[in-house]
């Protein structure tokens, strides 16, 4: 089945606590992308990769990073959380960027304490 | 950042009534993409219209786009209670770089 998989679906961790969001798709789609959705602010793009080794910001890139060794693969990374990054998390992939729609994971529910 | 705005913000209807939901933008599209996200599940493209297309028809989906008007809309033709779900328009800004850019949706109630 075609599909995008992130891990874990849901994290608590604590303030400073470094972790990392996996995400994984199966379609060999070029483009990868990461959001965050907070109630009343919609969707909003944290980072996003054209393709291996190429990545660049979104929107709201500040207390992320990103890596993209593999096609299939796109960690998103928060090296020091803070409670402002509490927030339901996106992965998304498409065949070329905004030409083509997204296949989306089921989400990341991070709550920083 | 250049979002498209949903409106209504809730919508609630009835089974088997028609559902519209509309979105505007603010400068000059690629295209205009429609999604659907069920209660914080990820998000499910429906459809996606460019800005040469006017309308765009898939099963009971209608999209419409008025570029003059830097608008669209989504119609549910015979709505079910599994259409119960938060409907976001994302805009492919020319321009814009490899990104869409999400409003901040319609969330539809079918009541049976």
């Known amino acids: 089945e075609a599909q995008v998989t992130q891990n874990p679906r849901y994290l608590i961790t604590v303030t400073g606590k470094k972790l990392t969001v996996t995400c994984s798709q199966n379609?060999?789609?070029?483009?990868m992308s990461w959001y965050r959705q907070d109630p009343g602010l919609g969707l909003r793009q944290i980072y996003y990769?054209?393709?291996?080794?190429?990545?660049d910001k979104g929107d709201v890139p500040e207390g992320y990073k990103v890596s993209r060794k593999e096609k299939r693969n796109f960690p998103l990374i928060l090296e020091s959380p803070s409670p402002n990054q509490t927030s339901l998390y996106f992965c998304?992939?498409?065949?070329?960027?905004?030409?083509?729609?997204?296949?989306f994971g089921s989400g990341t529910r991070l709550t920083v304490v | 950042s250049q979002q498209g705005e949903e409106d209504p913000q809730a919508l609630s209807i009835q089974e088997g009534e028609n559902a519209t939901m509309n979105c505007s933008y603010k400068?000059?599209?690629?295209?205009l993409q429609w999604y659907r996200q069920n209660s914080g599940r990820g998000l499910v493209h429906l459809i996606l219209?460019?800005?040469?297309?006017r309308e765009k028809h898939s099963g009971r989906l209608r999209v419409t786009l008025d570029t003059s008007k830097k608008s669209s809309s989504l119609l549910i033709t015979a709505s079910r209670a599994a259409d119960t779900a938060s409907y976001f328009c994302?805009?492919?800004?020319?321009?814009?770089?490899?990104?869409?850019?999400f409003g901040t949706g319609t969330q539809l109630k079918v009541e049976l």
């Open positions: 998304a992939s498409s065949p070329g960027g905004q030409t083509y729609g997204y296949t």
């Open positions: 379609m060999n789609h070029e483009y």
């Open positions: 990769s054209m393709n291996v080794e190429v990545t």
């Open positions: 400068t000059s599209i690629n295209n």
């Open positions: 219209i460019r800005s040469n297309e």
């Open positions: 994302a805009t492919a800004y020319t321009g814009g770089g490899n990104k869409l850019t």
